[in-house]
């Protein structure tokens, strides 16, 4: 008599040994199924005249509870760090070709370019005149002011000398002096910069503007942008 073997599809599959796989990043890290699984076995193993105690396991589940909670904010604002330098990325870019206000007096241009620049003072003073110098210290243009309340105010060198020749390309800076409180004081000056462009991955992981006039500004010192060129 012959034996009839079973045919059906779950004979198959009954016998079929169970495989898992674990993820390359999980090797070696316990995750909260292992957690769960150890104590199952330790419940199981337990000595029954010495249960575990209820406050130590609940010490123990908080605490793993509180690591897991901890690595996921870190996934978290390792992706909310990414998405900000993406962000901070694509606005530098968008300042390629327009002026930026930076706390800097010293500033680049071709001959003859206007150059816009900011009058800084935290107090109201008189008899404020600008001076425009050269590498060298010396003082091509002067431009009276007269009395200026606290504030910013915005100006603009029309890039002409003393003389009403248009001053040579090179480095200059503004230098602002002015009465405060019956006292001679230096005021801030600051400059409107055209922005040549973008270093995405500067010192430090900052974001560089390359400014005209070879020198170069981060993102974060940036005080203003302007609406067109200078």
Not at 19 to 42: C, I, N, P, R
Not at 76 to 86: H, N, V
Not at 141 to 154: E, I
Not at 209 to 215: A, P, R, T
């Amino acid at each position: 008599m012959e034996t009839v073997k079973g045919t059906s599809p779950l004979d198959a599959i009954r016998w079929q040994k169970e495989e898992y796989k674990v993820a390359e990043q999980d090797k070696g890290m316990l995750t909260q199924a292992d957690f769960f699984a150890l104590l199952t076995k330790e419940l199981s193993n337990q000595d029954p005249t010495k249960p575990v105690d209820n406050n130590e396991m609940i010490s123990q589940m908080t605490a793993f509870s509180t690591t897991d909670g901890v690595q996921k904010l870190n996934t978290s604002f390792d992706s909310f760090a990414t998405s900000m330098t993406s962000s901070q990325a694509l606005q530098a870019s968008s300042l390629v070709g327009r002026s930026v206000l930076v706390e800097d007096n010293v500033f680049g241009m071709a001959e003859g370019e206007a150059v816009k620049g900011k009058l800084v003072s935290d107090k109201p003073a008189s008899n404020v005149n600008i001076y425009v110098e050269n590498v060298a210290g010396e003082v091509i243009q002067t431009v009276p002011v007269g009395s200026v309340k606290a504030g910013g105010f915005t100006f603009t060198w029309d890039g002409q000398t003393a003389k009403g020749e248009p001053a040579a390309e090179g480095a200059y800076r503004f230098r602002i002096v002015g009465l405060v409180e019956g006292k001679a004081s230096e005021l801030e000056a600051q400059t409107y910069r055209k922005v040549d462009s973008v270093t995405l991955a500067g010192t430090g992981g900052k974001i560089v503007l390359n400014l005209n006039g070879g020198s170069a500004m981060a993102l974060s010192d940036v005080v203003e942008v302007s609406d067109g060129e200078t």
